[in-house]
């Protein structure tokens, strides 16, 4: 069978199970991961469509749809929102992080007994949350209010701050299987570079489209050079290692505020982009192993738990501490459960610094990506149902910005 036409039937398949996903009240994203499961090894083995190798030469599609997706965040840090709800919006993104690393912490330290190197690591991964899977069901159910534009801000900042702590805690783990001199250098320099540099080329390349297009009209051109200045987003991180998501939020965000109307330059990428997010699930789906249920022990089953329930709490003593909306502060955490790409993309960097902790590493991220991707979005549906945000749109005259990025798929 063609390669091509492998692509093009597993997009039938995604697009199927998201429809289906439709018919029983579950958000599409959950439809098109299930859906995958039958695409992929996992179900079929030997059988399937994609085998494992094909999936991995497909990555650069999850690679473009990750950076249009962090494109359309870019989008929700427009600085006059960030003047009022910044500080707010930070204090909450810090508290569910930390609520997720504290316990995860504590349960592997002091329950399971665990090296520090170990228990730091695997903390630290826990902070991480999938955007994808977010924004994608804020776009479903054109949801609007406070408590989606916090979310959208919370998932955003998330990162940053995980990537920090994560090259934070490698730099701890390190040191103290080797002995070391903890050095503020050693600790801090590689994510500060990482960070700082990813938003100054995202910035620079964000002018630089806001230039270009600021003239510019017509909808195909405007497609095309923005899809060119991401694509370029992209391959520059990589080249000089830096994030090409952060990258990618950095030129959204930079169009957004430099730009009299920056809205029909993002709806015109996200006329193009539907394909690239039903494979990119679909192949999240085809992904998965489901041996690793087996296999990840009462250690991993713990670890989702904590996890969830640090995001949560966090997310709920954040609220409180800054005096948020009642549906901020009581459901905001139930959005932040997604785990994926992030997370998958650190424990290979766990597997290059730290090979002696990887096996058991990478079983128990790939386990919480498979329970959280799944069940992910059905939290996160629940989320703006219960703060009564879904068809948000409908509702108010939303101005032009803040119509970006979650309109109808």
Do not use: W
Not at 96 to 123: P, R, T, W, Y
Request: proline letters at 3%.
């Amino acid at each position: 069978m063609g390669f091509l036409l492998k692509i093009g039937i597993a997009l039938v398949i995604g697009v199927i199970g998201g429809k289906l996903a439709k018919l029983v009240k579950l958000p599409s994203v959950s439809g098109y991961l299930i859906a995958g499961l039958f695409v992929g090894p996992a179900i079929l083995g030997n059988n399937s469509i994609l085998n494992s190798n094909e999936l991995s030469t497909l990555g650069f599609i999850s690679e473009i749809a990750l950076a249009f997706i962090a494109f359309s965040i870019g989008s929700e840090f427009v600085l006059g929102d960030l003047k009022k709800y910044g500080k707010k919006v930070f204090i909450i993104t810090i508290a569910e992080v930390f609520g997720a690393i504290i316990l995860v912490f504590c349960l592997m330290f002091f329950i399971f007994k665990q090296d520090f190197a170990f228990s730091i690591v695997i903390a630290s991964m826990s902070a991480a949350t999938a955007p994808a899977a977010t924004l994608l069901v804020m776009r479903q159910y054109r949801a609007y209010g406070p408590m989606t534009k916090t979310l959208l801000s919370v998932v955003a900042l998330d990162d940053v701050v995980g990537i920090v702590i994560f090259g934070i805690s490698m730099a701890l783990a390190k040191m103290s299987i080797s002995g070391e001199a903890i050095t503020f250098g050693k600790i801090f320099l590689g994510p500060v570079i990482e960070i700082f540099g990813s938003i100054i080329v995202g910035f620079v390349i964000g002018l630089i489209l806001s230039f270009v297009l600021r003239k510019e009209n017509d909808h195909d051109d405007l497609q095309s050079i923005s899809i060119v200045a991401i694509l370029i987003g992209i391959g520059v991180s990589y080249l000089i290692n830096l994030s090409p998501l952060l990258t990618n939020i950095a030129i959204g965000m930079t169009l957004v505020n430099t730009m009299k109307r920056p809205q029909k330059v993002f709806n015109s990428v996200n006329a193009f982009v539907a394909p690239f997010y039903v494979l990119f699930f679909t192949f999240a789906g085809a992904s998965l192993d489901l041996k690793v249920l087996v296999s990840v022990g009462l250690i991993g089953i713990c670890y989702v738990v904590a996890r969830g329930f640090g995001k949560y709490l966090g997310a709920f003593v954040g609220g409180k501490l800054v005096g948020a909306e009642k549906e901020i502060t009581n459901f905001l955490g139930l959005g932040l459960l997604p785990q994926g790409g992030v997370s998958i993309g650190l424990s290979v960097l766990v597997a290059s610094q730290l090979p002696e902790y990887a096996v058991i590493i990478n079983t128990i991220i790939m386990f919480s990506v498979l329970i959280y991707e799944t069940s992910g979005p059905i939290f996160s549906k629940l989320a703006i149902s219960l703060s009564g945000e879904i068809n948000g749109m409908d509702k108010t005259e939303a101005s032009p910005v803040q119509d970006l990025g979650l309109q109808s798929t």
